[in-house]
């Protein structure tokens, strides 16, 4: 189960890429190492990572 720390986060960051017209391709808790994943982008090339402390990472991944 996400944090309440976590899902505060992934609510922001997803209002975000909603706020530039990023359209969010995925979007998973992964049960084994407690994190949210998040793919958005045109060509799915953002990728962010939220940690069970609220804490993220994101990551442009070039084509």
């Known amino acids: 189960m996400p944090t309440v720390n976590q899902m505060r986060q992934a609510m922001i960051i997803c209002q975000y890429l909603s706020n ?3 359209p969010i391709y995925l979007f998973r808790y992964d049960v084994d190492r ?3 994943f998040i793919i958005a982008g045109e060509q799915e ?3 962010i990572t939220i940690f069970n402390d609220g804490k993220w990472r994101y990551e442009i991944v070039e084509l």
Request: charged letters at 45%.
């Open 20 to 22: 530039f017209y990023r």
């Open 34 to 36: 407690e994190e949210i």
């Open 45 to 47: 090339t953002i990728e």
